[in-house]
């Protein structure tokens, strides 16, 4: 669980028990999502990185898919939970990845939001090269010493650190840390990464909850990377935001920009593959954000 001025927030984690209905919740995940999803081909075509600086202290920030961005400032570059696996276990990939992994530019920093094989991939981070190393919530940094990264942060929440001319925090969120189930003294959440005159924040994996006013409250966010999907969970625990909930965040976040996330690259849950990104846009009509809400292509970079 995180913490807060030394003391954890319970209400803030989700706990590991499910809920009750949960073996039919199951039972249609692998009869309908899992099974059908083997035989389908992968869709999406990779695109080559924009290597060069985004223009007049912009930021540039490509969705790679589900959680993983390049995020490039005018002197600096990050990596968000890079993931180019083609499977999870016996989830597969629906969608090829924005940009190849042999592709990538050299980055500053590699941030990883927390420790679920979805955002922490091993195999993934091995083939990553950051000059500034990485950066994990604190309990996950014995799984990431030996991928050959040259520094190993762990932070707290609430943690603000400098490193290499960006502001990093560390930020609270309401899901889970552990990867294999015993191991839940790993903490989790999302960060908000500045430079000068450009601020992203990276949410990781949550379910809606009152710290997203807080850290409105606290920040100035430019870019707010938003997850929407795999609400429908076979566990029935309250893990990750609908479409709707993540709208809600983003206006509590009070940022400029929305760049949806966690949707269409893994079938994590129950919900139709198709559903969150058609619910976003809704809600995001309803509410008049329509401006504000941008969804690009896995490849394409956002400027702001």
């Given at each position: 669980?995180?913490?807060?001025?030394?003391?954890r927030?319970a209400q803030?984690?989700?706990?590991?028990?499910?809920?009750?209905?949960?073996?039919?919740?199951?039972?249609k995940?692998?009869?309908?999502?899992?099974?059908?999803?083997?035989?389908?081909?992968?869709?999406?075509?990779?695109?080559?990185?924009?290597v060069?600086?985004?223009?007049?202290?912009?930021?540039?920030?490509t969705?790679?898919?589900?959680?993983?961005?390049?995020?490039?400032?005018?002197?600096h570059?990050?990596?968000f939970d890079?993931?180019?696996?083609?499977?999870?276990?016996?989830?597969?990939?629906?969608?090829h990845?924005?940009?190849?992994?042999?592709?990538?530019?050299?980055?500053?920093?590699?941030?990883?939001?927390?420790?679920?094989?979805?955002?922490?991939?091993?195999?993934?981070?091995?083939?990553?090269?950051a000059?500034d190393?990485?950066?994990v919530?604190r309990g996950?940094?014995?799984?990431?010493?030996?991928?050959?990264?040259?520094?190993?942060?762990?932070?707290?929440?609430?943690?603000?650190?400098?490193?290499n001319?960006?502001?990093i925090?560390?930020?609270?969120s309401?899901?889970?840390?552990?990867?294999?189930?015993?191991?839940?003294?790993?903490?989790?959440?999302?960060?908000?990464?500045?430079?000068e005159?450009?601020?992203?924040?990276?949410?990781?994996?949550?379910?809606?909850?009152?710290?997203?006013?807080?850290?409105g409250?606290?920040?100035?966010?430019?870019?707010?990377?938003?997850?929407?999907?795999?609400y429908?969970?076979?566990?029935?625990?309250?893990?990750?935001?609908?479409?709707?909930?993540?709208?809600?965040?983003?206006?509590?976040?009070?940022?400029?920009?929305?760049?949806?996330?966690?949707?269409?690259?893994?079938?994590?849950?129950?919900?139709?593959p198709?559903?969150?990104?058609?619910?976003?846009?809704?809600?995001?009509?309803?509410?008049g954000?329509?401006?504000?809400?941008?969804?690009?292509?896995a490849?394409?970079?956002?400027e702001?």
């Amino acid at each position: 669980m995180p913490e807060e001025n030394g003391k954890r927030l319970a209400q803030d984690y989700a706990g590991l028990k499910p809920r009750k209905g949960w073996p039919n919740r199951n039972y249609k995940f692998f009869r309908y999502r899992l099974v059908p999803q083997i035989f389908k081909k992968l869709h999406g075509d990779p695109q080559h990185p924009v290597v060069d600086a985004p223009p007049d202290g912009k930021a540039r920030v490509t969705w790679i898919g589900h959680a993983s961005f390049l995020v490039q400032f005018e002197e600096h570059s990050i990596l968000f939970d890079p993931n180019w696996a083609k499977w999870l276990g016996i989830v597969k990939r629906m969608a090829h990845p924005g940009i190849l992994m042999e592709h990538m530019p050299e980055v500053d920093l590699v941030l990883v939001s927390h420790a679920h094989f979805d955002h922490l991939h091993k195999k993934s981070l091995k083939g990553v090269d950051a000059r500034d190393g990485i950066v994990v919530p604190r309990g996950s940094g014995s799984l990431v010493r030996r991928l050959g990264f040259p520094a190993v942060r762990e932070m707290k929440i609430w943690e603000e650190r400098r490193i290499n001319g960006l502001r990093i925090l560390h930020t609270p969120s309401h899901h889970w840390g552990a990867r294999f189930g015993h191991d839940t003294h790993r903490d989790y959440g999302g960060f908000v990464v500045a430079s000068e005159k450009r601020s992203v924040f990276h949410c990781g994996d949550s379910a809606y909850f009152e710290g997203f006013k807080k850290i409105g409250a606290r920040e100035d966010i430019d870019i707010a990377l938003m997850p929407i999907g795999a609400y429908d969970t076979p566990s029935g625990r309250d893990v990750h935001m609908n479409p709707e909930e993540a709208v809600q965040a983003f206006e509590d976040l009070g940022a400029r920009l929305m760049i949806p996330m966690h949707y269409g690259t893994f079938q994590l849950s129950n919900e139709p593959p198709e559903e969150p990104l058609q619910r976003l846009l809704a809600e995001a009509e309803r509410r008049g954000l329509s401006d504000r809400v941008v969804v690009p292509h896995a490849g394409e970079g956002v400027e702001l």
